[in-house]
């Protein structure tokens, strides 16, 4: 391997410069104050994880993940997610508080990409976590406050797709019998290649009734009518249960009067695989990748002892930003260029300004390399320059 361009960066790692990391910090700051008003505490946990423990917990394919070694030869991963380091905790240093127990967080997390495809490898994430509560209730308040934390966030126009693991399990276990053929046919729709799934189909050895139930998976997407349609695709017990927790979670989605964002997407197959039960992405109009996205995980809390059913989300700060489409102003500065016998003068009037809470650049005159280019970067200019004025006025 040749050695990387002095500039080079890891693939898939970005710096912020600073109109990015305001107009970031505005939005994550609606996001966080709304979460704060529906109970949600945050936590923060390592950026390092055991590989063993919350590293094969994530459910993440393994080349995603950042490997390394502790001094002790241990295998390390940086998290690719929040939703396993907080099942972990609230296994171990919240084990006893009583579920159900409400979490959020605001992290980065790490995904490695295996190339340049503008794609970042470390990004904010902005989620909760409910954990200890399986009612469609649940997921109706881990929905609804994700929608209105978009809304919050400033963005007008997005959708909520959802769908349900447990669907389509008992449909495609059903149809095709065992989970590696399930599983093949689940890779096609992760993948959204509806074409390839068609085409896959057709090649199976099934009847045709058990084919056109396949084909008509795909039709499952839109209001809540198609809900009518599933329970009629299908027949098990499973499927049944799951197409009624549908439609009791549009029911409470009603009662907070956020129904209109969302629609029914019966074919989704999300990133990680602890998902068991409902999961939705959200999409804002200009993003043809979700923005934000999460789910029902109900055998996650059994890997760290501690067995409990949980739902939450996770949104995406870099793509919420992406999809809002403007940038912040950088907030106003004064500047204070001062020479040195008026250098006592100048500290007195910046340390009162930034008691007072105005950001204030101050800066010695022989320090400056062009001062145009310096002084047009600010709303005001203060100078201290030359001999101090007879009597201590100022400027
Ligand atoms: N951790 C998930 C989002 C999520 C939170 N809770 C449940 N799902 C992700 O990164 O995609």
Excluded at 149 to 156: C, P
Excluded at 352 to 362: A, D, F, H, Q, Y
Aim: hydrophobic share 40%.
């Amino acid at each position: 391997m040749s050695k990387p361009f002095m500039f080079e960066k890891p693939l898939g790692m970005r710096d912020t410069l600073p109109v990015l990391y305001e107009t970031k910090n505005e939005v994550k700051n609606h996001i966080l104050s709304e979460i704060e008003k529906w109970g949600y505490r945050f936590i923060e946990t390592p950026t390092l994880e055991y590989y063993d423990t919350v590293g094969l917990a994530s459910a993440t394919l393994d080349q995603q993940l950042f490997k390394l070694l502790d001094s002790q030869g241990r295998s390390l991963v940086l998290r690719p997610d929040m939703t396993a380091p907080i099942a972990r905790l609230v296994a171990s240093s919240l084990k006893d508080q009583s579920y159900p127990i409400r979490l959020a967080y605001q992290s980065t997390v790490f995904r490695a990409q295996q190339h340049e495809a503008g794609k970042p490898a470390e990004f904010d994430q902005l989620g909760i976590e409910l954990l200890g509560d399986g009612t469609v209730s649940s997921d109706g308040e881990v929905i609804s406050l994700m929608i209105s934390s978009l809304e919050k966030s400033g963005l007008t126009s997005f959708q909520v797709a959802i769908g349900h693991v447990g669907f389509l399990k008992a449909l495609l276990l059903d149809v095709v019998g065992n989970e590696e053929r399930a599983e093949v046919l689940r890779r096609f729709l992760y993948e959204k290649n509806y074409v390839g799934f068609k085409e896959h189909v057709k090649s199976l050895s099934l009847s045709s009734i058990d084919k056109s139930r396949l084909l008509d998976l795909l039709k499952l997407r839109g209001g809540k009518e198609i809900l009518g349609v599933a329970a009629e695709i299908v027949q098990t017990e499973d499927g049944k249960k799951a197409v009624a927790e549908l439609k009791e979670l549009f029911e409470v989605l009603e009662c907070y009067d956020l129904a209109q964002y969302v629609k029914f997407d019966l074919n989704i197959v999300l990133h990680m695989s602890y998902y068991t039960g409902i999961i939705f992405e959200g999409y804002g109009e200009k993003l043809g990748v979700p923005l934000s996205s999460g789910g029902r995980y109900d055998e996650l809390l059994e890997k760290f002892n501690r067995p409990a059913q949980a739902t939450g989300f996770g949104i995406r700060l870099d793509l919420l930003v992406e999809a809002l489409g403007e940038m912040s102003e950088l907030s106003p500065q004064s500047c204070i260029i001062f020479s040195r016998e008026r250098r006592d003068e100048a500290v007195r009037i910046a340390n009162e300004k930034r008691n007072n809470g105005e950001p204030v650049v101050l800066q010695d005159l022989a320090g400056i390399e062009d001062v145009d280019l310096m002084t047009e970067q600010f709303d005001e200019v203060l100078y201290f320059i030359g001999k101090p004025p007879k009597g201590g006025a100022i400027v």
